[in-house]
């Protein structure tokens, strides 16, 4: 029979994949959201979005940042990489897409995310790489790459007409990925220590806004320039930026951070529906292909722990968020009881 433990820790992981498939939704709207505002550069998009989502997120947190100001003054050069992070990466994203097109600047974006954010883990954490998380990713990857070879051909003659253009837009995303894993992976790394996920996606977002600040400030006239480019602006930074990343801090207290990376991949199917809906770009059947085997990546990751695990050491391998201490193990049972931060 499942124990208590077992199946509390099940509900939890299980909700944290919920959370972070919710926010990926969000998240793939963001470059067709774009695409009507043509005349805003990649990086006001980026700053506005991020920035003024960012500091939202730290206004409604403002009770429980005082509350563990002590703890996250104790770790700040674990915020301070987090909120650098967090800064980079819309910059380098938006960019991206701008260079490359909407479906493969999400692509290579997200789809890298998940092997830096193992490797990270594997390298300072010491966490070994799962096998559920190993077939889940290389399965996810893979369709990320289908979608990028199918889009491929298409960004190419439409997105800035230039031979460096596609190129730039691929080393871009490679960047934005790693920036995603490094926020991820810090976010967690805290959460992991006590502090409740609303303080921390607070001020790791709340620091990187401001960060954004200056980049808006020189690049975000034509924000202003028209009530439709102050909608899209609007709502980057209220939906996608702040609703999808308060769900996100929720999942990243209930999964490791390079599971949230992996179920994030959604993100690109998302935005490639979008982008033949919305945006008109035509997706071949190699694009349809790599859609569905992201979606079988979900569901492997998604997968109930099998029944044959009875050790706490075997339970906790089979988890997606397996942690290697009982001190882990207790906090991950306990945060699914508690209402989300």
């Known amino acids: 029979m499942r124990t208590s433990v077992e199946t509390g820790r099940f509900h939890g992981t299980t909700w944290g994949a919920l959370f972070v498939l919710a926010a990926s939704v969000l998240w793939g709207t963001t470059g067709t959201a774009a695409t009507f505002a043509p005349d805003v ?91 559920r998380w190993i077939a889940g990713a290389v399965l996810g990857v893979a369709g990320a790459v289908l979608l990028c070879l199918a889009d491929a051909g298409l960004a190419d003659a439409t997105a800035a007409g230039t031979e460096w253009s596609t190129p730039a837009g691929v080393v871009l995303g490679l960047l934005a990925g790693l920036t995603y894993a490094l926020y991820s992976w810090a976010a967690h790394r805290l959460i992991n220590t006590g502090v409740p996920s609303r303080a921390v996606m607070g001020t790791v977002f709340g620091i990187g806004g401001l960060l954004l600040m200056p980049v808006l400030a020189f690049t975000g006239a034509p924000l202003v320039a028209s009530w439709q480019n102050v909608a899209v602006g609007a709502y980057m930074a209220l939906v996608p930026m702040f609703a999808g990343y308060v769900l996100f801090g929720w999942g990243l207290a209930r999964v490791r951070a390079s599971t949230a990376t992996t179920l994030s991949l959604s993100e690109t199917v998302v935005a490639a529906v979008l982008a033949v809906l919305v945006v008109g770009e035509r997706l071949p059947a190699l694009g349809w292909l790599g859609a569905a085997m992201i979606a079988g990546s979900l569901f492997i990751l998604t997968l109930r722990p099998s029944r044959n695990r009875a050790t706490p050491a075997a339970a906790g391998e089979g988890t997606h968020d397996g942690a290697s201490s009982s001190r882990r193990q207790a906090a991950a049972v306990a945060a699914p009881a508690a209402p989300p931060d």
């Open 41 to 131: 550069s990649p990086l006001a998009i980026g700053a506005v979005a991020m920035g003024f989502g960012g500091l939202l997120q730290a206004a409604i947190a403002a009770r429980p940042i005082l509350a563990f100001r002590l703890n996250l003054r104790r770790q700040w050069h674990t915020v301070a990489l987090g909120a650098l992070a967090v800064a980079a990466y819309p910059l380098a994203f938006y960019s991206s897409m701008h260079l490359a097109g909407v479906a493969v600047g999400t692509v290579v974006s997200i789809g890298s995310a998940p092997l830096a954010s193992a490797v990270i883990e594997k390298v300072v954490d010491k966490r070994p790489f799962t096998g």
